[in-house]
């Protein structure tokens, strides 16, 4: 069994995506953004196989997308970007 592990409750978070106009079809790129502290978490969702966590929002200025997806790191920046402004 493994340890259990305690999360820290976040002082704010949001959830922000990017989708087609059809509904209910899955976002193009989510972000999921957590503060704690002076700590702020970030991860990406929809523009890797699994969810990728971002170290800063700079991070992104380095991205290497995978081909045919150059336009999702546009979109995740306006949504980094948007999410940081909703946990200020």
């Known amino acids: 069994m493994l340890p259990r592990r305690d999360v820290p409750q976040p002082e704010a978070s949001t959830y922000l ?14 972000v999921a953004a957590a503060r704690t502290g002076v700590e ?12 990728w966590v971002l170290e800063s929002p700079e991070a992104l200025d ?3 997308p995978l081909p045919g ?9 306006a949504l980094v970007r ?4 909703a946990l200020a």
């Open 17 to 30: 995506k990017a989708m087609d106009r059809q509904r209910w079809s899955f976002p193009l790129v989510g």
């Open 40 to 51: 702020t978490r970030l991860v990406l969702s929809g523009v890797a196989p699994i969810p």
């Open 62 to 64: 380095s991205a290497t």
């Open 69 to 77: 997806t150059a336009y999702k790191v546009q979109i995740a920046r």
């Open 82 to 85: 948007r999410a940081g402004e």
